[in-house]
């Protein structure tokens, strides 16, 4: 096992997460935040259509397909997919603390390969919080959520406001986004991290 990077190693003054008393119910969907995300979008024909649900305590699961669409060798899923699949579950998270926050630094393991039609079943929780940083860690496993473990990732998250997004995103889509006339679903196009 390879040991964390030192930025990704919470402070001692860090502190456990606490679920927030609005946060969805363990076994909840969590749902798509935005239609056209790469990771949990149903409107991008290529994603992950990555599906999460919030479980107990600071922990989110989730699983995907790996498609033809998703491979990188021939029949094996491409290593940035599967880090997209934990970047996404590990970013769903934010359901749970009830806040927006973006990814600082992600670093994966890839331990097994993971062919084309496997479901990876992902797993990632909370380990500590530091002022407007997240930490989190995050599993992927093969044959079920007790299988072997394919990749792993621990990853740093920055709690933002919605304005890191209408700032930084290409206008058009904000506009779209911003005028959509329910305010639910504009509002959980900036909840998570895209």
């Not at 679920?19 to 991008?44: I, N, T, V, W």
């Not at 007790?146 to 997004?165: C, Q, S, T, W």
Request: aromatic fraction near 4%.
């Amino acid at each position: 096992m390879v040991a964390v990077s030192t930025a990704l190693t919470p402070p001692a003054d860090a502190v456990p997460p606490v679920r927030h008393p609005d946060a969805p119910a363990p076994g909840e969907l969590l749902g798509s935040h935005y239609a056209h995300c790469f990771g949990c979008g149903g409107e991008q024909p290529h994603g992950l259509h990555l599906e999460a649900r919030a479980g107990e305590g600071v922990a989110v699961t989730a699983e995907f397909t790996v498609t033809a669409d998703h491979q990188g060798a021939p029949g094996l899923a491409h290593g940035g997919v599967l880090a997209t699949a934990l970047d996404e579950t590990l970013g769903a998270l934010g359901w749970l603390l009830r806040v927006i926050a973006v990814t600082g630094r992600l670093e994966t393991d890839f331990v097994a390969p993971v062919p084309v039609g496997a479901v990876l079943h992902l797993e990632a929780r909370v380990t500590a919080v530091h002022g407007r940083k997240i930490y989190s860690s995050a599993t992927g496993r093969i044959g079920g959520p007790d299988g072997p473990v394919a990749v792993r990732a621990d990853a740093l998250f920055i709690e933002v406001k919605v304005d890191h997004f209408i700032d930084n995103g290409r206008p058009e889509e904000i506009q779209a986004v911003m005028a959509d006339p329910d305010q639910v679903r504009r509002a959980r196009a900036f909840e998570v991290n895209p």
